[in-house]
């Protein structure tokens, strides 16, 4: 079983950038596959991006692809998602996820979650 706990949201004016964090607990960080999601309001959870164990393998939606970057450190235990040229669109809850198995995009591969971490855009 591994937790998972999301850092580095917050306020920023559209044009800006951050850089989110996902700590995971426990000794097999290297054998999960990981991924970002995010729920705006009034919408369904959708994926942002996943990386593969080895941190090769990346995949990104469409509507962030050219503007954020996953990636992940297996030494520190840690998934980020570097956010760059961000719009008001982007607001949403972000969750960091990860996933035992086949590597996939969708939620349903995903067996452990974070509590999620708020990204607010101003335009």
């Known amino acids: 079983q591994v937790q998972l706990v999301e850092s580095g949201g917050g306020l920023v004016q559209a044009g800006g950038s951050l850089r989110l964090s996902c700590a995971a607990s426990g000794r097999t960080f290297s054998s999960y596959f990981m991924g970002w999601f995010r729920q705006a309001p009034g919408k369904e959870r959708e994926f942002v991006a996943a990386i593969t164990r080895s941190g090769r393998g990346k995949n990104y939606a469409d509507s962030v692809k050219g503007r954020f970057t996953i990636a992940r450190d297996n030494a520190k235990n840690t998934v980020y998602l570097q956010m760059n040229s961000l719009k008001p669109e982007d607001t949403a809850v972000y969750y960091c996820?990860?996933?035992?198995?086949?590597?996939?995009?969708?939620?349903?591969?995903?067996?452990?979650w974070g509590q999620g971490t708020q990204v607010t855009v101003s335009s």
């Open positions: 996820a990860a996933g035992p198995g086949v590597w996939t995009t969708q939620e349903g591969g995903y067996h452990y």
